[in-house]
C-alpha cells in the first residue's frame, strides 16, 4: 500500500469509528472488464452471473448491473436485491422453499435442479411447460447436483416434469489452483461427451482473487486457456455461464481497524485490534495483507495480531511495524464472503464507507 492511501485511510478514521471499510465498487467494475476481456471469443456467448453471496452490498451489484452483468442467488433475500435488475438470472439452491422457486421463476431466473425431489417442487410450481432448467453436476462426493450416471437415467422423467434441461452446471469450488481447476474441466468435459445436446455450460466460480494470482504467479489466462483447449470446440456453439464471485470483489473492500491496546510478552509481543476473526473469518480464504497506518511505537519488531473476541482462536495474521497504542492497520481484501460471513458475537458489524 502506497503512503498516500496510507494517508488518505488515516484521515477517513478521522470521521469514521474503527473498525469501518472502504468499498470501492470501481474495482469490481474493473475486474469485470477483465473477466470479460479475457474470456472474449471463447464461447458462442458468455454470461457472466455474480455470485451474490460472495459481497451483496448494493453498490456492488448496482455497478455490475450497470456493465449488464447477470447475477446467482442462492436464497430468498438474494433473488429480492436484484429483482429490479433484468440482467440473466441463476437461481442455485438445495434446499429452496416454494416462495424461492416462485421468486426465481418470476424474475424468469434460470432455476438450477439439485436433486428430483427439486426437480418435482419447480414442475409443480410453474405454470411454464416445458420449462427451460438446468443440472448441477458433481464430480466427487460432495451433496450436491447429480452424479453423471444419475443425472442420465433421471433425464425422461424430467421430460414427464415438464422440464426441459438445456443447461448443465458444475462448480469446481472457490479459491482454485489452475491444476485443481484443470482436473474440473476435464470432468466437464468427458461428461459433455456423453451429454451433447445441451444450450449452455455454467462453470460455476472458482477463480482467486488478483492478488492470490499475482502470489502464485498465474492469471485468468491459465484458467482461459484450459477451458479453451478442453472445451473450445463444444463452446463454439453454446452459451458459456461464469458465476464469478471472489474475482470480481475480494480486492474491492478494506477495513481499517485500530490497535487497542500492545503487549509485550517475554517472547512475542501481540497489537489487540478492535477487529478479529469476528470480521475477517479464515473460513473466507481470503488472502489478507496488513499495514500499518501509523506507527507510534518505539522500535520495529514483530507482532502477532489479535481480536477483541474473548476466544484464543481470535489471532489472524503478523506484522513487522512499530507499533503502539491508538495506531490503525489497514487489512486488504475482504471483498469476498467477509462481510456475509462477519458474527455479530459480542459487537456489531463494521460500518461500510462507499467510495465511488
Ligand atoms: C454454485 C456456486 N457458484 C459460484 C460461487 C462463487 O465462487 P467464487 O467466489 O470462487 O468465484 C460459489 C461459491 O461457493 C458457488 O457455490
Known sequence: MNPRDKAWLAEMAISHPTPFGVLFPRVAQARYFE??????????????????????????????NKMESGFECVS?????????????KIFNSCASSDKEIQEALSQNAFIILDSLSHAEQVSRLSEKKPLNVGVRIRFDSHRFGFSPSEIKSLLPRFIELGLNVTLVHAHPGTNCSVSQYCTFVSHVAVFLEDFPNVHAVDLG??????????????????????????LGSYLKTCALYLESGRFLVEDS???????????????????LL???????????????RFFALSETGEKKEHFRLGGPLMFGSDEFGQIHAKLGKGDLIAVENVGAYCMEMAWTLSRELPKIVVVE
Open 205 to 230: 466460480g472458482g477463480f482467486p482473487g488478483k492478488t492470490t494470482l499475482v502470489e502464485r504467479k498465474e492469471g485468468l489466462d491459465s484458467y482461459v486457456k484450459i477451458i479453451r483447449e478442453q
Open 76 to 88: 430468498l433475500r438474494e433473488l429480492h436485491a436484484v429483482s429490479s435488475f433484468s440482467t440473466p
Open 253 to 271: 473492500l478494506i477495513f481499517v481497524s485500530k490497535i487497542m491496546h500492545v503487549k509485550k510478552g517475554e517472547e512475542q509481543s501481540f497489537a
Open 274 to 288: 478492535d477487529a478479529g476473526i469476528n470480521v475477517l473469518p479464515r473460513i473466507s480464504m481470503s488472502p489478507f
Open 35 to 64: 473477466l470479460v476481456d479475457s474470456f472474449r471469443g471463447v464461447a458462442k456467448t458468455l454470461h457472466v452471473c455474480y455470485s451474490v453471496k460472495t459481497n451483496p452490498n448494493t453498490a456492488i451489484l448496482n455497478v455490475l
